[in-house]
């Protein structure tokens, strides 16, 4: 067994929001995704950002504002937005900040629907 624990203390700042990436930890066996912690602070937003990856991001703490691609989505605690490669997404926080755990892989051929 092995834990990632969310320490505020040793996030960076990239796209405008705390970021605590899984890769700078060492791992028992390497894992088939990638991972990191994200926190925006609150009253603020992420940068927009878009990625080739697909992107299963789960908010586990506060109210998350989701917009993508021009439409809006309220996610709180529980919930899970699943990005598709390619989809331009902010992230935004009100009154409180949001922590979320985001998961990402690149999508392979036979996943996506691609010939290969």
Same mark, same amino acid.
């Given at each position: 067994?092995?834990t990632?624990?969310? #320490?505020?203390?040793?996030l960076?700042?990239?796209?405008g +929001? /705390? +970021?605590? !990436?899984w890769?700078d %930890?060492?791992?028992?066996q390497?894992?088939?995704? #990638?991972?990191?912690?994200? !926190?925006?602070?609150? %009253? =603020? $937003?992420?940068?927009p #950002?878009? %990625?080739?990856e697909v ?5 586990? /703490?506060g109210?998350a504002?989701?917009?993508? #691609? /021009?439409? $809006?989505?309220?996610a ?7 990005l =598709?490669?390619? $989809? !331009?997404h902010? +992230?935004k ?6 922590? +979320?755990? =985001?998961?990402?892989?690149?999508? =392979?051929?036979? &996943?996506?629907?691609?010939? &290969?």
């Amino acid at each position: 067994m092995q834990t990632f624990t969310l #320490d505020e203390s040793q996030l960076s700042q990239e796209y405008g +929001i /705390g +970021i605590g !990436r899984w890769e700078d %930890h060492p791992k028992k066996q390497p894992l088939p995704f #990638d991972a990191m912690w994200c !926190r925006v602070p609150a %009253h =603020s $937003e992420s940068a927009p #950002d878009e %990625h080739p990856e697909v992107e299963l991001a789960v908010v586990v /703490g506060g109210t998350a504002v989701f917009c993508v #691609d /021009g439409a $809006e989505v309220t996610a709180g605690p529980g919930t899970a937005v699943l990005l =598709s490669p390619g $989809e !331009r997404h902010v +992230i935004k926080a009100a009154e409180e900040p949001v922590r +979320i755990l =985001s998961v990402y892989w690149l999508p =392979s051929a036979a &996943g996506s629907g691609e010939a &290969g």
